[in-house]
C-alpha cells in the first residue's frame, strides 16, 4: 500500500548515482535515498514522490533531463509504468545490464555479507537476451484471460506476445484457445533441445477442463489433493543440457533458460575441481542437473531433495543413465544435514534408528565437495553449519537472489570458509535479476 508522503511533496530533480537490488536507481535527496524504477545511474531526472519513509522514498520517474548513453527503446509495448512487472530493464543496454549485475551482487556481499572486498566476476552473458524463456507462469483475471501481474500490484495485464519466452513457448502461448472460467493459473514449459511442449493447468477445483491447443504437446492438471491428471501427452518433458539428458515433471523445478543451466554447470564443474575419488554432496539436487553431470568423474555422488516430484524425476534420470554411483535422501537438507552430522560424530554402536540401514554408504562419512542450489530463500546458519561440519574442502553454492547469497556468504565465513569466487550468471535479460555461483574453499 503506498503512503501519502509526508515531504518533499513538490517534484525535484535528481541526479542518480547507483543500481539498487530490486532494479531501480537510487540517488539522494533532502538527506533521504531516493529509488526511481524505469532510470538509469547516471541520469538526471525529474521525479514525484509516491512512497516516503523516515530514510527513503520511492519516486515516479516524470522526465529524464540527462539521458544516460545506455537508455535504449524498450521493444515491448507491455513494458513500462503500470505495465507488465515481469520486465525492469529493458530501456538499459544489454552491456549496461550486466555490469549492472555484477555491482549489485558486489554490493549485497559488501553490505549484507561483510565482505571488504568481495572477489566478483563480470557478469556471464549466455545464449540470447531475448526469447530465452523455457518455462514462463501465467496469472489469470477474474474473467478468465491470463496475461501478467502489473508491476506492484494484483491486476492482470493480457499479453498477446512475451518477447522474452522461447520461440517453443511463443508458439505454444498463441495457439492455446482456453475457455476455462475456474482456471487460477497457467503455465508453460518447453524442452529447448528436445523441442517438447508442454501446459501445465491449475483450476480452482479438481473437475478436468476442457481445451483446444493446434501444436503436439503434453497436457497436465495440478490438483491439490490428487496426483496431477494427464490431460494429453505425458506428465513431464524432456530437456538436453550438454549433452546430458534429464526427465522434468510439471511440479519440478528447473531452469528456465537452457543455454544459462549449462554455464551454470560449467561454472560448477570448474569451481569444484572434482576427482575420481570424491565424495559429492548434491543439496537441493532437484532432478540432478548438477550432481548426474559430474557423476562420471567422481567416485560416488548423494543428491538430497524433498519434493516428491523432483525426487521421482531424479531416480528415473540416475537409472536411465545407468549410473550406478548415485544415491538420493528424500527429505528437507536442514533436517538430512543435521542427521549426517550426528552419523558422523555419534559412533555406530550409540546411533539409534532403522532409517540409516536404507541410507547411502556415503551417509555418516564427510564428504569431500558439494553443490547447493537452494531456493529462493537460501540455506540459512543452521544448515550452513552443518554442511561445514562435514568438511567439504569446496563449496558451490548457487544463488538466484543476492542478498541471500550475502547472508549465507557470512554463515560459510564464520563456518571456515573462504569466499574465492563469485560468478554472476545472467539467467534473466531485461530483469534485474541474476543467478550467481559462490564458489567457498575450506580454510585450513
Sequence with gaps: MTDKPTGMNEPFTLHLTAIAHGGEALGRHEGKVVFVPYAIPGETVRVEVVQ?????????????????????EPPCPYFGPGRCGGCQWQHVAY????????????????????????PVRPTRAVGEPWGYRNHAQFAVDPQGHIGFRVGGSHEVIPVDRCLLLHPLLDELHESLDLELPELARLSLRAGIATEEQMLILETKGDAAPGLEVDVAMSAVLLRRREPPLILAGRAYIEEEVAAYRYRVSAESFFQVNTAGA??????????????????LLDAYCGVGLFG??????VAEVTGIEAAPSACVDFLW?????????????????????AAWVTAVEVPPEQSVGDDQ????????????????????????????????????????????????????????????????EVQPVDMFPQTYHVESVGLYVKVE
Excluded at 530514510?55 to 535504449?72: G, K, M, Y
Excluded at 534420470?317 to 544435514?337: R, T, Y
Design 357 to 420: 540401514e536404507a541410507a547411502p554408504a556415503s551417509f555418516g562419512k564427510g564428504i569431500d565437495l558439494a553443490v547447493v542450489d537452494p531456493p529462493r530463500r537460501g540455506m540459512g546458519a543452521a544448515a550452513v553449519a552443518a554442511l561445514a561440519r562435514l568438511g567439504p574442502r569446496r563449496v558451490a553454492y548457487v544463488s538466484c537472489d543476492p542478498a541471500i547469497l550475502a547472508r549465507d556468504a557470512q554463515s560459510f565465513v564464520q563456518a571456515g570458509y573462504q569466499l574465492v
Design 292 to 297: 548426474l553431470a559430474l557423476a562420471e568423474r
Design 317 to 337: 534420470n540416475v537409472e536411465a543413465k545407468g549410473l550406478q554411483n548415485v544415491a538420493l535422501i528424500e527429505g528437507p537438507v536442514d533436517e538430512v544435514l
Design 52 to 72: 516516503e519513509k523516515a530514510r527513503w522514498a520511492r519516486a515516479r520517474l516524470l522526465e529524464v533531463l540527462d539521458p544516460s548513453p545506455d537508455r535504449v
Design 95 to 118: 552491456a549496461r545490464q550486466l555490469t549492472l549485475k555484477q555491482e549489485i551482487v558486489r554490493d549485497q556481499l559488501t553490505r549484507l555479507g561483510h565482505l571488504p572486498d568481495p
Design 262 to 279: 549449462e554455464a551454470l554447470m560449467e561454472t560448477v564443474a570448474a569451481g569444484l575441481k572434482p576427482g575420481p575419488d570424491d565424495r
